[in-house]
């Protein structure tokens, strides 16, 4: 049996938001293989009140050999590195990573949970990652990623932006 592939959300509005996922994508090469980046995509902040400067997010596939607390502490060790602070929820951050899915894992701790929560409602993470993973099911909803997102209201402020070729390599 093959490693599991972790998918990810990565996002950023802070500083120079591209340079630092682009940092966090190459310290993610730690924890295991990359084997799929989405494009860039420019977002609204969602589920805050004042106003914030636009994200941008995009999705990450990693085929992994570790545990999923082990690739969480890898991914909250990254955030740390590129000064992420964990003050006030929903605060403007440089560096937000998310565990969207764990291979089929089910995982419901105090600290992580697998499949992420929030995945099935949100455009910023299931556009880029139906770019990356559009066939791959989540394990308790059982729908596919395209299915996830084909459910969801049009409510716009998802913007994929064009790119060099080189992102993300």
């Known amino acids: 049996m093959g490693k599991p592939a972790v998918y990810l959300s990565l996002g950023s509005n802070l500083g120079d938001r591209a340079a630092a996922l682009s940092e966090a994508i190459e310290r993610l090469r730690q924890l ?27 999705a990450v596939a990693i085929e992994t050999s570790l545990t999923p607390e082990q690739f969480f502490a890898g991914t909250r060790a990254v955030e740390q590195a590129l000064g992420r602070q964990r003050c006030v929820r929903h ?35 299931l556009q880029p990652l139906e770019e990356i ?8 909803l059982n729908k596919t990623v395209r299915e996830l997102l084909a459910g969801l209201p049009d409510e716009g402020g998802v913007r994929r932006l064009e790119h060099d070729s080189n992102w993300g390599n």
């Open 32 to 58: 295991g293989t990359i084997v799929a980046i989405s494009s860039l995509y420019e977002t609204k902040p969602v589920e805050v009140e004042d106003q914030q400067p636009l994200y941008l997010n995009c």
């Open 91 to 125: 605060a403007p951050r440089t560096l937000d990573i998310d565990i969207l899915l764990f291979g089929d894992a089910v995982v419901t701790t105090p600290e992580l949970t697998i499949p992420h929560p929030g995945l099935a409602r949100r455009h910023f993470v």
């Open 133 to 140: 993973a559009a066939d791959v099911r989540h394990p308790v």
